[in-house]
C-alpha cells in the first residue's frame, strides 16, 4: 500500500503489476494492478524497475528476482 501511496503522491511512476508466487492470487488485482509471478513480470515488463516491499521475505525475493534473469539496476529493495 505505501508504495501505491507514494508513486501516486509523486506521480513519479505507476506500478504496472504486483508479483507474487501464491497460486491463488493468479489472475486477480490489487487496487486495479494484476498480479503475477515474478517471471512473467519479468517478460512483460522487462524495463520495469522492481521493488521489494516485504520486509519478512525480501531476501528470498531476491533471491529469486535476480535467478530468473533481474537486472540489478533495476531492483530497488526497502530493506537493506
Do not use: S, W
Request: proline share 2%; charged share 30%.
Amino acid at each position: 500500500g505505501e508504495v501505491l501511496k507514494y508513486l501516486d503522491k509523486t506521480g513519479k511512476g505507476r506500478v504496472c503489476a504486483f508479483a507474487d508466487n501464491a497460486e491463488e492470487k493468479m489472475g486477480t488485482k490489487i487496487a486495479n494492478v494484476p498480479v503475477y509471478k515474478v517471471e512473467r513480470c519479468l517478460k512483460l515488463f522487462p524495463d520495469a524497475y522492481y521493488i521489494l516491499a516485504n520486509e519478512k521475505h525480501y531476501a528470498k525475493m531476491q533471491k529469486q528476482y535476480f535467478n530468473e534473469g533481474g537486472k540489478k539496476e533495476k531492483l530497488v529493495c526497502l530493506f537493506e
